[in-house]
Every structure is written in structure tokens, then in C-alpha cells.
């Protein structure tokens, strides 16, 4: 005679808190939604909008430097802290959604790298806020300085249509496949 072994089932809450990232990690993306969000409207504002709204370019370099930063600490914690999770999709989904979360790294990576170097390259310091700044390591290059800003907007309107896709995929995850992969990400569960 075979004897039946229950294995012991994980209440509901302990279940949803295992399947979801940690808080640091959650932090980290929201964080980085925000500032991207920020930076890319700010640059909008400043560009198309009155010249009053010029004032935006220092914030939005200030923001720039705390995307620099969060960055960082992103990759860092991702690396040696942070909950990974396996993917419920199949293995198409599961490499879809591996390049693009490396594409959005790098895109960011170069994101903040053009930033820094455009004004860098126009001879100006980097201004965190008015606190503190970081020189110019590099000669005035105006002709550079431009072809670095020219790569900056086109690597800001690849960044957003593709951050616009990550969202879309999350709400087809949470209305159409119904798997909880927007659940997880969610600063609050739900």
C-alpha cells in the first residue's frame, strides 16, 4: 500500500510576497520610471514649450545625474542582491522579456552617458542641483557637443517607444495572459 504525503501549501500571502521582487528592487524601478518619465518631459517642455521653461535644462541635468546614479545602484543590487524571479511565459515571452530589460539598461547606460558628455563637450560642469558639479574633463567641442545631443534625442525617443512597449506588455501580462507578472513589480501587491 502506497501512503499519501501532503506537502505542506504556502498560505496565499506568503505565496504572493515569494512570487513578487523585493522592495529595493521595486524601489529601484519606480524610481527609474519616475526620473525617465521626468527627464523626458522636462526636455520636451524646455525644447517645444515658452522660453520661460528654459530653466527646466538645469533640472533636468540635475535629474540626469540622479538617473546616473540610481543606475548604478540598480545594476549593483540587481548583481549581487536582488530577487530574481523565473518568467511564467513561455520561452519566446521569456527571451522577448530578457532583451528588452538588457536593451532598457544599456539604452539608459547610453542615455546618461550622451547626456554627461554633450555638456561636457559644450564646456560646462555637470550641476547636481546647485550643491556641488563636476567639470568638464574634456575641451569645449561644439561640433561634437552636437552630434552627442542629436545621439541623446534619438536615443531618448528609442528609450521611451520602448519603455511605451515594456508597459504595454505588462497590461497584455496582467488583462490578457493573466500570469501576475504586473503583480510583481507593483509597489503594493495587488
Same mark, same amino acid.
Not at 514649450?49 to 538617473?67: N, Q, T, W
Not at 525617443?157 to 503583480?183: E, P, Q, S
Given at each position: 500500500?502506497?501512503?499519501?504525503? #501532503?506537502?505542506?501549501?504556502?498560505?496565499?500571502?506568503?505565496?504572493?510576497?515569494?512570487? @513578487?521582487?523585493?522592495?529595493?528592487?521595486?524601489?529601484?524601478?519606480?524610481?527609474?520610471?519616475?526620473?525617465?518619465?521626468?527627464?523626458?518631459?522636462?526636455?520636451?517642455?524646455?525644447?517645444?514649450? $515658452?522660453?520661460?521653461?528654459?530653466?527646466? #535644462?538645469?533640472?533636468? =541635468?540635475?535629474? !540626469?545625474?540622479?538617473?546616473?546614479? =540610481?543606475? =548604478?545602484? /540598480?545594476? &549593483?543590487?540587481?548583481?549581487?542582491?536582488? @530577487?530574481?524571479?523565473?518568467? $511564467?511565459?513561455?520561452?519566446?515571452?521569456?527571451?522577448?522579456?530578457?532583451? &528588452?530589460?538588457?536593451?532598457?539598461?544599456?539604452?539608459?547606460?547610453?542615455?546618461?552617458?550622451?547626456?554627461?558628455?554633450?555638456?561636457?563637450?559644450? !564646456?560646462?560642469?555637470?550641476?547636481?542641483? !546647485?550643491?556641488?558639479?563636476?567639470?568638464? $574633463?574634456?575641451?569645449?567641442?561644439?561640433?561634437?557637443?552636437?552630434?552627442? #545631443? #542629436?545621439?541623446?534625442?534619438?536615443?531618448?525617443?528609442?528609450?521611451? +517607444?520602448? =519603455? !511605451?512597449?515594456?508597459?504595454?506588455?505588462?497590461?497584455?501580462? /496582467? +488583462?490578457?495572459?493573466?500570469?501576475?507578472?504586473?503583480?510583481?513589480?507593483?509597489?503594493?501587491?495587488?
Amino acid at each position: 500500500m502506497v501512503s499519501s504525503v #501532503e506537502l505542506p501549501v504556502k498560505p496565499v500571502s506568503q505565496r504572493a510576497q515569494h512570487d @513578487r521582487y523585493d522592495a529595493v528592487t521595486i524601489a529601484f524601478h519606480w524610481v527609474t520610471a519616475a526620473l525617465v518619465l521626468f527627464l523626458f518631459a522636462s526636455a520636451m517642455l524646455w525644447t517645444y514649450g $515658452p522660453r520661460d521653461l528654459r530653466s527646466l #535644462e538645469s533640472l533636468h =541635468v540635475s535629474f !540626469g545625474i540622479a538617473l546616473a546614479a =540610481v543606475l =548604478v545602484g /540598480r545594476v &549593483v543590487w540587481r548583481l549581487v542582491a536582488g @530577487r530574481r524571479l523565473a518568467h $511564467p511565459g513561455g520561452v519566446v515571452v521569456t527571451w522577448a522579456s530578457r532583451v &528588452v530589460h538588457w536593451a532598457l539598461y544599456a539604452l539608459l547606460a547610453i542615455q546618461v552617458g550622451l547626456g554627461f558628455g554633450l555638456k561636457w563637450f559644450e !564646456g560646462q560642469a555637470l550641476n547636481f542641483f !546647485g550643491l556641488w558639479s563636476l567639470p568638464s $574633463p574634456f575641451a569645449a567641442n561644439r561640433a561634437l557637443s552636437h552630434q552627442l #545631443e #542629436e545621439l541623446h534625442n534619438l536615443t531618448a525617443w528609442t528609450l521611451v +517607444y520602448l =519603455v !511605451g512597449a515594456h508597459a504595454i506588455a505588462a497590461l497584455v501580462h /496582467r +488583462y490578457v495572459f493573466k500570469d501576475g507578472v504586473l503583480r510583481r513589480m507593483l509597489p503594493i501587491a495587488g
